[in-house]
T-cell receptor
């Protein structure tokens, strides 16, 4: 089973709201990722967790706050977002970080109003 | 510098035609991996293939085939007898360093018309 699940599928939030995106995998993978994808662009890496520790933060603004409560779960906490943060947010996992294929979830389509 | 170039922005074919999607990469690493992903309109990226830098054998999976040539730094993807369900954006990607970051090309949008 190569399934990564993400909730919610769609999210509309105001600029003052706080919300969270959730991602779950049960493949025993030890690396998990958050990507942001704008329309007609490739995914852009935001964060990498390896063995539940944050290993990469690609200079993401602090209004995005990742959390990895355990090896199967990854959250992305959102606060005081801007309209330009509207995008598809993709979660992915891989066996480990180095050279393994990443399996992606269906994404959360976020609209900031 | 590491980079992936997919020069074809959009390709349109008629069903049953063969189509090749080009991917050219740049890297100074001797060990690296290349990937292809498919992103249908639903949005989810679907993993298609992983190839390491030491294995230049071509690979075939059903109607899909991949041609890896280190001499030209290319990893091209061919769909034989295309079908409407093949319509999607296809991304070529290169693994980056020990952290496993993927460097994506800009993608090629394939439209297969009945």
């Amino acid at each position: 089973d190569t399934e990564v699940t993400q909730t919610p599928k769609h999210l509309v939030m105001g600029m003052t709201n706080k919300k969270s995106l959730k991602c779950e995998q049960h493949m025993g993978h030890r690396a998990m990722y958050w990507y942001k994808q704008k329309a007609k662009k490739p995914p852009e890496l935001m964060f990498v967790y390896s063995y539940e520790k944050l290993s990469i933060n690609e200079s993401v603004p602090s209004r995005f706050s990742p959390e990895c409560p355990n090896s199967s779960l990854l959250n992305l906490h959102l606060h005081a977002l801007q309209p330009e943060d509207s995008a598809l947010y993709l979660c992915a996992s891989s066996q480990q970080t180095r050279y393994y294929e990443q399996y992606f979830g269906p994404g959360t389509r976020l609209t900031v109003t | 510098a590491q980079k992936v170039t997919q020069a074809q922005t959009e390709i349109s074919v008629v069903e049953k035609e063969d189509v090749t999607l080009d991917c050219v990469y740049e890297t100074r690493d001797t060990t690296y991996y290349l990937f292809w992903y498919k992103q249908p309109p639903s949005g989810e990226l679907v993993f298609l293939i992983r190839r390491n830098s030491f294995d230049e054998q071509n690979e075939i999976s059903g109607r899909y085939s991949w041609n890896f040539q280190k001499s030209t730094s290319s990893f091209n993807f061919t769909i034989t007898a295309s079908q409407v369900v093949d319509s999607a954006v296809y991304f070529c990607a290169l693994s980056r360093g020990s952290q496993g970051n993927l460097i994506f090309g800009k993608g090629t949008k394939l439209s297969v018309k009945p």
